[in-house]
Protein backbone atom coordinates (compact mmCIF):
# COMPACT_ATOMS: atom_id res chain seq x y z
CA UNK A 1 0.00 0.00 0.00
CA UNK A 2 2.64 2.25 0.87
CA UNK A 3 4.44 2.07 -2.55
CA UNK A 4 1.49 2.77 -4.30
CA UNK A 5 0.63 5.55 -2.09
CA UNK A 6 4.42 6.83 -3.04
CA UNK A 7 3.26 6.67 -6.63
CA UNK A 8 0.43 8.38 -6.57
CA UNK A 9 2.12 11.38 -4.81
CA UNK A 10 5.10 11.16 -7.87
CA UNK A 11 2.56 10.92 -10.52
CA UNK A 12 0.21 14.33 -8.79
CA UNK A 13 3.73 16.00 -8.17
CA UNK A 14 5.01 15.61 -11.42
CA UNK A 15 1.74 16.28 -13.50
CA UNK A 16 0.25 18.98 -11.74
CA UNK A 17 1.38 22.21 -11.44
CA UNK A 18 2.42 23.53 -7.45
CA UNK A 19 -0.44 24.45 -5.35
CA UNK A 20 -0.69 27.50 -3.53
CA UNK A 21 -0.03 25.57 -0.13
CA UNK A 22 3.38 23.93 -2.29
CA UNK A 23 4.46 27.43 -2.44
CA UNK A 24 3.33 28.74 0.57
CA UNK A 25 5.12 25.99 2.08
CA UNK A 26 8.48 26.07 -0.10
CA UNK A 27 8.62 30.23 1.27
CA UNK A 28 8.11 28.83 4.35
CA UNK A 29 11.04 27.01 4.17
CA UNK A 30 13.36 28.84 2.64
CA UNK A 31 12.34 32.05 4.90
CA UNK A 32 13.05 29.49 8.34
CA UNK A 33 16.71 28.56 6.94
CA UNK A 34 17.44 31.79 5.96
CA UNK A 35 16.70 32.61 9.42
CA UNK A 36 18.05 30.07 11.54
CA UNK A 37 20.04 28.19 9.48
CA UNK A 38 18.61 24.42 9.87
CA UNK A 39 15.69 23.43 8.26
CA UNK A 40 12.50 23.05 10.27
CA UNK A 41 10.83 20.10 10.97
CA UNK A 42 7.63 18.53 9.41
CA UNK A 43 5.50 19.65 12.91
CA UNK A 44 7.07 23.24 12.74
CA UNK A 45 5.96 23.52 9.01
CA UNK A 46 2.50 22.41 10.42
CA UNK A 47 2.13 24.64 13.31
CA UNK A 48 2.94 27.45 11.44
CA UNK A 49 1.37 26.74 8.04
CA UNK A 50 -2.06 25.58 9.85
CA UNK A 51 -2.17 22.22 8.81
CA UNK A 52 -4.34 19.30 10.77
CA UNK A 53 -1.31 16.59 10.87
CA UNK A 54 2.12 16.16 9.59
CA UNK A 55 0.95 13.75 6.62
CA UNK A 56 -0.13 16.58 4.98
CA UNK A 57 3.28 18.43 5.33
CA UNK A 58 4.72 14.87 4.36
CA UNK A 59 2.43 14.90 0.73
CA UNK A 60 3.63 18.46 0.03
CA UNK A 61 7.17 18.08 1.13
CA UNK A 62 7.19 15.30 -1.36
CA UNK A 63 5.56 16.42 -4.02
CA UNK A 64 8.42 19.82 -3.76
CA UNK A 65 11.24 17.05 -3.76
CA UNK A 66 9.92 15.54 -6.80
CA UNK A 67 9.66 18.64 -8.89
CA UNK A 68 12.76 19.67 -7.34
CA UNK A 69 11.80 22.56 -5.43
CA UNK A 70 13.29 21.55 -2.46
CA UNK A 71 15.77 18.33 -1.93
CA UNK A 72 17.30 16.72 1.57
CA UNK A 73 21.11 16.77 2.27
CA UNK A 74 20.44 13.26 3.67
CA UNK A 75 17.70 11.57 5.70
CA UNK A 76 18.19 13.18 9.08
CA UNK A 77 15.73 15.72 10.82
CA UNK A 78 16.04 19.18 9.69
CA UNK A 79 17.67 18.41 6.38
CA UNK A 80 15.58 20.18 3.66
CA UNK A 81 17.35 22.51 1.49
CA UNK A 82 15.67 24.91 -1.27
CA UNK A 83 16.75 24.31 -4.80
CA UNK A 84 15.51 27.47 -5.56
CA UNK A 85 11.94 29.33 -4.84
CA UNK A 86 11.07 30.07 -8.57
CA UNK A 87 8.99 28.20 -9.93
CA UNK A 88 10.57 28.09 -13.84
CA UNK A 89 13.88 27.02 -12.54
CA UNK A 90 13.09 23.83 -10.87
CA UNK A 91 15.22 21.23 -12.34
CA UNK A 92 13.59 17.87 -13.88
CA UNK A 93 15.30 15.73 -12.11
CA UNK A 94 18.43 16.51 -9.66
CA UNK A 95 19.40 12.60 -8.95
CA UNK A 96 20.00 10.06 -11.09
CA UNK A 97 18.60 6.98 -11.60
CA UNK A 98 20.08 3.42 -10.42
CA UNK A 99 21.44 3.07 -13.53
CA UNK A 100 23.35 5.88 -14.21
CA UNK A 101 24.87 5.78 -10.53
CA UNK A 102 26.19 2.39 -11.45
CA UNK A 103 27.35 3.72 -14.43
CA UNK A 104 29.95 6.36 -13.08
CA UNK A 105 30.69 4.48 -10.65
CA UNK A 106 32.22 2.02 -12.51
CA UNK A 107 33.51 4.33 -14.80
CA UNK A 108 35.52 5.71 -11.20
CA UNK A 109 36.06 1.98 -10.65
CA UNK A 110 37.90 1.69 -14.09
CA UNK A 111 40.08 4.62 -13.81
CA UNK A 112 41.22 3.06 -10.69
CA UNK A 113 42.30 -0.13 -12.24
CA UNK A 114 43.70 2.06 -15.21
CA UNK A 115 46.11 4.26 -12.90
CA UNK A 116 46.70 0.57 -10.60
CA UNK A 117 48.27 -0.58 -14.47
CA UNK A 118 49.90 2.81 -15.41
CA UNK A 119 50.63 5.81 -13.23
CA UNK A 120 49.28 8.76 -15.99
CA UNK A 121 48.76 12.26 -14.55
CA UNK A 122 45.91 12.56 -17.29
CA UNK A 123 44.23 9.90 -15.49
CA UNK A 124 44.64 11.29 -12.52
CA UNK A 125 43.31 14.27 -13.59
CA UNK A 126 41.07 12.43 -14.90
CA UNK A 127 39.67 10.59 -11.83
CA UNK A 128 39.56 14.30 -9.60
CA UNK A 129 36.99 15.21 -12.26
CA UNK A 130 34.77 11.84 -12.16
CA UNK A 131 35.52 11.94 -7.77
CA UNK A 132 33.89 15.70 -8.15
CA UNK A 133 30.79 14.53 -10.18
CA UNK A 134 30.45 11.88 -7.66
CA UNK A 135 29.66 14.78 -5.13
CA UNK A 136 27.88 17.39 -7.38
CA UNK A 137 25.33 14.42 -8.54
CA UNK A 138 24.16 13.64 -4.32
CA UNK A 139 26.57 10.24 -4.56
CA UNK A 140 27.87 11.29 -0.90
CA UNK A 141 28.49 8.19 0.06
CA UNK A 142 30.13 6.85 -3.00
CA UNK A 143 31.83 10.25 -3.37
CA UNK A 144 33.49 9.99 0.31
CA UNK A 145 34.68 6.18 -0.33
CA UNK A 146 36.18 7.48 -3.71
CA UNK A 147 37.72 10.72 -2.50
CA UNK A 148 39.13 8.36 0.54
CA UNK A 149 40.72 5.98 -2.25
CA UNK A 150 42.05 9.27 -4.36
CA UNK A 151 43.83 10.73 -1.37
CA UNK A 152 45.39 7.50 -0.16
CA UNK A 153 46.99 6.61 -4.32
CA UNK A 154 48.31 10.13 -4.08
CA UNK A 155 50.21 9.80 -0.68
CA UNK A 156 51.41 6.05 -1.43
CA UNK A 157 52.63 7.29 -5.17
CA UNK A 158 54.28 10.90 -4.21
Do not use: C
Not at 47 to 52: C, D, H, M, V
Amino acid sequence: MVGKVKKVVNYMATNIRSSKRQRELLNYVDSFIQGHGYGPSYREIMRALGYKSVSTVAVHIDGLLVKGYLRKRDRSARSLEVVTTHLDDAPLNKTPTPAQEKWIINAVTSKFDELDKVHSSETLDELYVLVGALKVLGLDGAHVAMKTRLIDYVKENT
